[in-house]
């Protein structure tokens, strides 16, 4: 018989884009993700996801609720979106109790204290993102301060991405599920696996060469680095030239747009404004720079 991983996905402050992103997977497709063994002898069962499950109201909240009391200790949380942590349920809640909206936060954290591991799907839950920009009414936090303001320590992984890759969520977990929750070797100063997030885009750029050269596109369209365009790429972690999206078929710098850093904690307050020029920065030694400043921190 199949092991089962129980997994509960919580919709927080975002866009739902990472869902969609996730239900775009292909290979393997969401249908083998949710109904066959992506490991052999080994079946996640995802008991909660408000975004694309067919139920609603009270009688799926308490499939929720049942899971994590089942469950205790074994089930994974996995969160796309910030957590809106200013007055009460005004800003997201999840469900009812006794007559009254139970905030997302109270239900985040009484998960998450629960929980084999969590996962923030998304650089909204990773690091805030744009629920959390400036000037963030909302006080938006991303998943790793509030569990750290309620004192909880929980194995912590984060796939940043506006949205992430499939692959980076489907092989996040397949890994977990493989070869057990991943060590600090696996994972970079930001809590990302390094198998995804290992190296800077400006690494692996097919128009790295323009950059040598010193040959920038001065408007969209041109030959050349995008970087006077505002690309990111020089400061940005993640595999997007060698892995591509939609089935391998292209990616941002790919269609002659500069890279965002949305894999980044600085998006989006510090990689704005998005199609300006980085400044400070040395472009013979900018990847030299950027090491230099994490250290500093």
């Not at 993700?33 to 992506?38: Q, T, Y």
Request: aromatic share 6%; with cysteine; glycine share 10%.
């Amino acid at each position: 018989m199949s092991k089962e991983i129980p997994l509960v996905w919580l919709a927080g402050s975002a866009c739902t884009g990472c869902s969609i992103s996730l239900l775009n997977s292909a290979s393997p497709t969401i249908k083998n993700i949710l109904i066959d063994e992506i490991v052999p002898g080994v079946h996640i069962n995802l008991r909660f996801h408000q975004t694309i499950m067919a139920g609603a109201g009270a009688q799926v909240v308490k499939v929720l609720e049942d899971t994590a009391r089942e469950k205790k200790g074994n089930y994974v949380l996995a969160v796309d979106g910030a957590i809106p942590t200013a007055n009460g349920a005004a800003y997201g809640a999840m469900g009812e109790r006794d007559g009254k909206p139970v905030s997302l936060e109270d239900r985040f954290v009484e998960l998450a204290r629960d929980a084999l591991a969590v996962l923030a799907i998304g650089t909204c839950a990773a690091f805030g993102g744009i629920p959390a920009a400036a000037p963030n009414p909302t006080n938006c936090q991303p998943l790793s301060k509030v569990l750290e303001s309620k004192g909880i320590s929980k194995p912590l992984v984060n796939i940043p991405g506006c949205p992430p890759h499939p692959d980076w969520i489907v092989g996040t977990i397949g890994s977990i599920l493989l070869n057990g929750l991943p060590t600090a070797a696996d994972l970079d100063d930001n809590l990302r696996p390094l198998a995804f997030y290992g190296k800077l885009i400006h690494e692996n750029c097919p128009r790295r060469a323009y950059f040598d050269e010193g040959k920038f596109a001065q408007k969209p369209g041109d030959e050349g680095c995008l970087y006077e365009l505002g690309c990111k790429g020089p400061i940005t972690y993640a595999d997007c030239p060698i892995r591509r999206w939609n089935g391998g078929t292209n990616w941002v710098i790919g269609a002659g747009a500069p890279c965002n850093g949305c894999t980044q904690p600085e998006f989006p307050d510090l990689v704005a404004p998005l199609y300006q020029k980085l400044v400070d920065i040395e472009l013979p030694t900018i990847g030299a720079y950027w090491a230099a400043g994490k250290e500093a921190k």
